[in-house]
């Protein structure tokens, strides 16, 4: 899949997470129901280990696109100092296919299956090449921290 640079929607206007926590570089498509996202794996990853990005980090992964669907509505204004966190509450039906190697891009896809206020269901996967690596359904929980 080609990156253009026209497409890439800001991934911090999204998600909270920062560095080392961000194992998502680049959000290239964005609907209410669903998210592409793609990311580098780096050698300094905290989730590399012998050369090879984790299965917590394709978890992680996967957890962070996902939540670019329920975490758009708090980032609406990029300018607003919105914090939230998120919550994995369960995550069923996961197969794990392959680890990523150091300096592969993978490709995550999450579709909304149900959701019911901040709270939802989402079935997700992540490619490297054509690839599969993992597929799974993440139930997630995000809510706005008040001051």
């Known amino acids: 899949m080609e990156i253009k640079e026209e497409n890439i929607i ?14 998502v570089d680049y959000i290239t498509e964005l609907t209410g129901e669903k998210v592409v996202t793609s990311f580098e794996i780096q050698q300094n990853n905290i989730f590399v280990h012998n ?15 996902c939540s670019s669907i329920l975490g758009q509505s708090f980032f609406e204004n990029p300018s607003a100092e919105t914090k939230v966190i998120g919550f994995i509450t369960s995550i069923k039906k996961t197969e794990i296919f392959a680890l990523p190697k150091v300096g592969d891009t993978i490709i995550s896809r999450a579709s909304l299956l149900s959701q019911f206020g901040n709270i939802c269901n989402i079935f997700c996967e992540t490619f490297h090449s054509d690839k ?3 597929r799974a359904e993440i139930n997630l929980f995000i809510q706005e921290i008040k001051n």
Do not use: K, S, W
């Open 10 to 23: 800001n991934i911090h206007n999204f998600l909270p997470h920062r560095e080392p926590m961000l194992m």
């Open 51 to 65: 050369n090879e990005f984790t299965e917590a980090g394709l978890i992680e992964n996967l957890a962070q696109t």
């Open 132 to 134: 599969i690596l993992i």
